[in-house]
């Protein structure tokens, strides 16, 4: 039998199995008794084991085993699982000084692109992926980011989806913005309906918005250069708290989306039914485009099938006819 390293298994190998137990409760209906001669066959291992674990004394002078009093080996386990645990306690407290050297060593070592005071610049993807990473870890209770840019590059979705159920099944809360333009995109929102079923909360925000991450309301990664292939890491309390802020700001004026809907294609508010709601509302085609994030020729042609659907001939007709929709009938996702 492997030797038990932790209470828990100590306590597990210090357990009657079901034969044994049941073994043992027979033994005490024949008056906590038994002759080697009356266990069968079958009950040959259960013996060993409630012997072993000292549930039955073996009587040699005439080869039978008296039951033990359950409370004596529960107090007998009892003081090794102390025993062990008052060990345990030990070596935790020694675990720091044995790790100290690795510890002095990532206090000390130097950190690439320092800027000003509480910035740090991370000069390429691979060190701003690194950093994520390693702020997921250290950072567990919350994550806010902000991803304009409507579709999200495919090739990255399945790492953001490993990092994002990691983060969640460690306790932590996820928030998230994108575009409206996310909501039709195939890989994009595959990735939100499983992220929302892990826990994680995305919503679309139609007016424009920065990148930013931001972790445990402590530290935030923002972009440093405009195409996002660098940038800087925040740790200055107000500069955070003020980006906090922002998010949070923009985090009320964002639309919540059902994902999971819009994967099977059972959605309420499809595209061409969101340009029939912002149409309903005066909007005009551009503005339209720019809220939903496609191109003004598509949302045109949009446009043109809801005058076949409602005979108007304007545009300014198609918006008079389309607010007298049946209240509700627009309703988002």
């Known amino acids: 039998m492997v030797e038990p390293r932790t209470p828990s298994e100590l306590l597990a190998a210090a357990l009657p199995d079901a034969a044994a137990r049941e073994l043992y409760l027979a033994v005490l209906r024949e008056g906590g008794r038994i002759r080697l001669a009356e266990v069968a066959p079958g009950d040959a291992a259960a013996l060993q084991r409630l012997v072993e674990l000292g ?3 073996p009587q040699l002078i005439d080869a039978s085993y008296s039951a033990v009093d359950p409370r004596s080996v529960v107090e007998r ?3 090794d699982i102390r025993l062990m645990s008052a060990r345990l306690l030990v070596e935790a407290e020694q675990l720091p000084g044995l790790l100290d050297d690795l510890t002095r060593a990532y ?13 740090r610049y991370l000069a390429d993807m691979a060190q701003i992926r690194h950093e994520i990473e390693r702020l997921s870890q250290a950072y567990r209770a919350e994550g806010l980011t902000a991803q304009p840019g409507g579709a999200r590059p495919p090739e990255l979705l399945p790492d953001s989806l490993d990092r994002a159920r990691r983060y969640l099944e460690r306790g932590g ?8 333009a996310a909501r039709w995109d195939g890989p994009t929102v595959e990735y939100a309906a499983e992220a929302t079923r892990l826990g994680s909360t995305i919503r679309v925000l139609a007016v424009p918005f920065r990148r930013m991450l931001i972790f445990d309301r402590t530290v935030a990664v923002i972009p440093a250069a405009a195409d996002n292939s660098s940038a800087a890491l925040v740790e200055d309390p107000a500069t955070v708290a003020f980006l906090v802020d922002v998010f949070e700001q923009h985090w009320q004026q964002a639309e919540g989306v059902n994902w999971a809907a819009l994967l099977t294609g059972s959605a309420e508010s499809s595209v061409h039914e969101q340009v029939g709601r912002l149409l309903a509302q005066g909007l005009t085609q551009r503005v339209v485009a720019g809220r939903l994030g496609l191109s003004e020729r598509t949302v045109a042609g949009h446009i043109a099938r809801l005058r076949e659907l ?3 001939d304007t545009l300014f007709q198609l918006g008079w006819q389309m607010r007298g929709i049946r209240p509700g009938e627009w309703s988002d996702a």
Do not use: C, K, Q
């Not at 070592?109 to 000003?116: D, H, I």
């Open 107 to 119: 206090d000390t070592a130097p950190r690439r692109s320092e800027g000003p005071s509480g910035v």
């Open 173 to 180: 809360a996820m928030r998230t913005l994108y575009e409206p």
């Open 77 to 79: 386990i009892g003081a």
């Open 55 to 57: 549930f039955l004394v």
């Open 310 to 312: 409602y005979d108007a």
